[in-house]
């Protein structure tokens, strides 16, 4: 069982005072301490347009990730692929995978807020066929020679050959909870992410539809299991939940306006108390007690994403909680 963290998301809270320059450094000193705590990866998220300065520029963002870390997965968990263009994510996503030796795995997905989509001047009807053609799109463009491939949604040469290309694959993770999604992740990508909304249980009957369609269309080759959860460690269960809360809440509510397209002044009680719930929280080891429920349900090859990054909450208590994920949980589920 692989165990990463993140997802690094550079909101600043109304109750915030630090500049957005502090706030990225803050995210460089936890990847370093990611990387040194041993743990497998570091995942950045990415929204746009949002009041609060949610991460919007997920490549630039790795590069420096890159500089900062020696051997931790980088990855977007997750890039919008519909609002980009492709050649240039090709681009962009080859120089993060050389600054990082080979580390980018590059999460897509189809994305959802209608205010994202209506401001690049992206149909939201067509973000199904855009990620399938920029994933199509990506994978010539890495391909040896010329950029052989006729894109539907990009005007490119057929001569085009984007450089430099990636030395090393560039694996390719699609998110998505709803069946079709799934389906579509086991057929083209080569892992996907299930997001933190389902259970155990609901992840394990995706991860089965996943291996069902593998095998009636015959595909062959590694496929990745990632799994996204929000937590937190501590000296306690009541000292990790109230260190996380602040943050956890913050940005709940946040994705509440993202996904919805309106504003969410508060979340009531009983939303609250099934985040509360949902999250993974306590010493080492009662988390690590609830990650081994995921890995004996799903299989000693998943990968978790443990989602201790939490908005506004403190670099320094972030930084003890990444340590103590590295160094006392993560030697109880390997």
């Not at 799934?182 to 291996?211: F, H, N, Q, Y």
């Not at 994705?255 to 099934?274: M, N, P, Q, T």
Request: hydrophobic share 40%; net charge negative.
């Amino acid at each position: 069982m692989k165990l990463g963290t993140g997802l690094f998301t550079c909101q600043r809270r109304p109750d915030d005072d630090r500049s957005m320059t502090e706030i990225y450094d803050e995210m460089l000193e936890l990847v370093s301490a990611i990387d040194a705590a041993g743990l497998d990866s570091a995942w950045v998220s990415e929204h746009h347009f949002a009041e609060d300065g949610y991460l919007s520029a997920t490549m630039p963002s790795l590069g420096a990730l890159a500089t900062r870390t020696e051997n931790v997965e980088l990855g977007t968990c997750i890039a919008l692929a519909p609002l980009y263009d492709a050649v240039r994510l090709a681009e962009d996503a080859a120089t993060v995978s050389l600054l990082a030796d080979g580390r980018l795995t590059l999460g897509l997905a189809i994305g959802s807020n209608p205010r994202e989509f209506k401001s690049f001047g992206v149909p939201r009807e067509e973000r199904v066929e855009r990620l399938m053609d920029a994933t199509n799109l990506l994978r010539a463009a890495w391909s040896p020679g010329s950029l052989d491939y006729d894109a539907e949604f990009h005007d490119v040469s057929p001569d085009a050959s984007v450089t430099p290309k990636p030395e090393s694959n560039v694996p390719i993770m699609f998110g998505g909870g709803v069946k079709p999604a799934v389906r579509r992740a086991a057929r083209v990508s080569d892992a996907w992410c299930a997001p933190s909304s389902l259970s155990v249980e609901g992840v394990r009957k995706r991860k089965e539809d996943i291996e069902r369609v593998r095998e009636e269309e015959g595909l062959e080759g590694d496929f990745e299991v990632y799994v996204l959860q929000h937590g937190f460690v501590a000296d306690s269960r009541e000292e990790a939940w109230e260190a996380m809360k602040p943050g956890y809440f913050y940005i709940q509510r946040r994705y509440a306006e993202i996904f919805s397209g309106e504003s969410v002044a508060e979340l009531d009680a009983e939303r609250k108390e099934d985040l509360k719930e949902q999250a993974i929280f306590g010493t080492p080891e009662q988390v690590a007690e609830e990650l081994r429920a995921y890995r004996d349900a799903l299989g000693d090859d998943i990968h978790f994403i443990f989602r201790t990054y939490h908005p506004g909450i403190g670099t320094d208590t972030m930084v003890v909680c990444v340590e103590r994920l590295g160094d006392e949980v993560a030697p109880l589920v390997r």
